[in-house]
């Protein structure tokens, strides 16, 4: 079988040695556009886990990227004069130069042939092919080739980046945040064994524009983030590459292969590089797809479907994690005013594939400073030892809640357990066992009702009322008021927003905006706490309208709990223990 593939990246050399090496084909021509030993990029990262079916595929090449980078385990957090670092992230950094230098030698040496500076535009060339893979990336000729099969989708992100190098020498992935006249700007530094550093500087449109690094040249931008990154670089230049200012392009595909024809890396897919996957998922896809091809001699179509359909759920998590991760940075004014342990706490758990017993495996003695100082402000009392943020206390009106756990199933331990009602004259005992229990209400059609379901919840011992407002807002916060009115003052009431209309690729509701606003007013008409579907439109409420918030977001075990509630998303999750 002769296989031709366009595009001389990870992806491609990768797909090259293993078809060699596994015998899936005897004919194996790759092309790339640029010439031998060009590389436009500065240092690539594995993240942790991301080089093991490597060491599985090639034990050899895994040596060499090994051997040819460097590995760290700490991640640096640098905001507002405060730094902390958070111990156990395993990365893996290589120049690019390097890692391509690996790949084509191993290439070369399994028999594949190599064409450099040969620019793939038209794919009729390359008919005599059995399979042609596309690996030529996110403006993919072969994608372009055959589109109306793949469906592609392509969007850019709103925030701009440049990707420097710089000789100074960062020894861990250093996120350093710094105020401007012109607004925040973000960098990423990380090491790859040599004597410089790659360093992303990601921002806004807005600041971007008010800087002038819009009108700039390279070299004019890149002195201008020097003076803008000074503190962190200690004199140390920011060098360049010829890599312009860029929006992320955010790619899918309906289908990632035809009949003669397969995409693998970002020609299929992207993921932000904020959470260093983009070459990990290419090298992954490469291998994948070797070895279906191996397992399935002279089954070409059922080959790359089962190729497809082994690597598209994996990348689809990753494209998800990717996005959270994007959009932390691009939320990151919710975020900055909180304390530093906080904010580097939340950083880490981003993308939310990182969990509170994650950070605690990985830096035990973060965890625990962590929690103490959780604890001790839910507290108000100082502790040097403490229990995961689910079991802080919080207050809620003038009641306290012994644990942030909200439970609809009536789970003893839970903080709050709360019962959903449908009228006035129906209210239950509480669910024995219940720490503090709530009434789960819609909107009435009278005021008189709620007056007879305060008198009777107050009876059975209910200690909080929760509104559900309902698709009308209007009449949910007349309701509300209704409520209010003949509810103890000192007992609290919440409100449950209407559950968002949609939700986009990041987890994050549509019209966001709108229910912010909606859970202000709530707030401003008497509402102490809001029960609020989703983790990232609870954060948003939370953190842009200062809200006390319950979160419903299908938590499952306490760890979800634990990871939501210490980075400030939510200050309550309903649990969920049977959630599919």
């Known amino acids: 079988m002769r296989v031709d593939i366009i595009g001389g990246g990870p992806g491609g050399l990768m797909t090259a040695v293993l078809l060699r090496r596994l015998g899936a084909a005897e004919d194996v021509r790759v092309y790339e556009r640029h010439p031998s030993g060009t590389t ?65 030698r191993a290439a070369a040496e399994a028999g594949a042939q190599i064409t450099f500076e040969h620019s793939v535009q038209d794919i009729d060339p390359h008919a005599g092919a059995d399979l042609i893979v596309g690996a030529d990336g996110v403006r993919s000729a072969v994608r372009e080739a055959y589109k109306d099969r793949f469906g592609p989708a392509l969007a850019e992100s709103e925030f701009v980046y440049a990707w420097f190098g710089t000789d100074r020498v960062f020894h861990d992935f250093t996120y350093i945040f710094r105020d ?98 983009g070459t990990r998922l290419a090298v992954e896809d490469a291998i994948a797809l070797a070895t279906e091809l191996a397992a399935r001699p002279g089954e070409l179509t059922a080959a790359l479907a089962a190729y497809e359909a082994v690597r598209r759920p994996q990348v689809e998590k990753f494209q998800a994690a990717a996005r959270r991760s994007e959009r932390y940075f691009e939320k990151m004014p919710r975020y900055v005013g909180f304390e530093p342990d906080q904010f580097a706490y939340q950083l880490t758990a981003r993308s939310w594939k990182i ?10 003695g973060f965890i625990a400073a962590y929690d103490a100082w959780f604890h001790s402000g839910a507290t108000g009392t100082p502790v040097d030892v403490a229990p995961s943020p689910a079991f802080a206390p919080l207050r809620v009106g003038g009641l306290e809640l012994p644990n942030r ?13 709360l019962v959903t009602v449908t009228d ?84 994050e509701a549509l019209h966001t905006a709108e229910l ?65």
């Open 424 to 507: 006035s004259s129906a209210v239950p005992t509480p669910p024995v066992g219940a720490a503090v229990a709530g009434l789960r209400v819609p909107v009435m059609e009278s005021p008189a009702d709620y007056a007879e379901l305060a008198e009777r919840a107050l009876a059975a011992g209910y200690a909080l009322v929760l509104l559900d407002v309902g698709a009308d807002p209007e009449a949910g916060l007349t309701a509300l008021k209704a409520l209010r009115e003949h509810w103890p003052a000192a007992r609290p009431v919440a409100a449950a927003l209407p559950a968002p209309a949609g939700i986009d690729e990041a987890g």
């Open 405 to 417: 756990i909200v439970t609809l199933t009536g789970a003893r331990g839970a903080g709050l357990s």
């Open 180 to 277: 401007t006249p012109w607004g925040v700007f973000r960098a990423y530094a990380y090491p790859s064994g040599q004597p410089w550093s790659s360093l992303i500087v990601h921002t806004s449109p807005e600041t971007w524009e008010k800087s002038d690094l819009a009108a700039m040249d390279e070299a004019d931008a890149a002195r201008l983030c020097q003076e803008i990154f000074a503190q962190d670089l200690e004199g140390a230049a920011v060098l360049t590459k010829g890599a312009p200012w860029t929006r992320f392009p955010h790619l899918t595909c309906s289908y990632w292969h035809t009949d003669r024809a397969v995409l693998i890396g970002d020609a299929a897919h992207t993921a932000h590089w904020s959470i260093g996957s």
């Open 516 to 580: 912010v606003a909606l859970a202000r007013r709530l707030a401003d008409g008497g509402a102490d706490a809001l029960l609020v579907e989703g983790v990232a439109l609870a954060d948003a409420v939370r953190n842009e309208g200062g809200v006390t918030v319950w979160a419903d977001g299908g938590a499952r075990t306490r760890d979800d709990i634990d990871t939501v509630v210490a980075a400030g998303w939510a200050d309550c999750c309903v649990l969920h223990p049977t959630a599919p």
């Open 40 to 104: 436009y990029g500065w240092g690539v990262v594995f993240p942790e886990g991301a080089l093991d079916q490597l060491a599985q595929a090639a034990p050899d090449v895994h040596a060499a990227v090994v051997a040819a980078g460097t590995t760290w385990t700490h991640v640096d957090v640098r905001h507002r004069g405060f730094r902390r670092r958070v111990n156990g992230n395993r990365f893996h950094g290589i120049p690019r130069a390097a890692l391509l230098e690996i790949l084509q």
């Open 355 to 364: 969990t509170h017993a994650d950070i605690a495996r990985r830096d035990p």
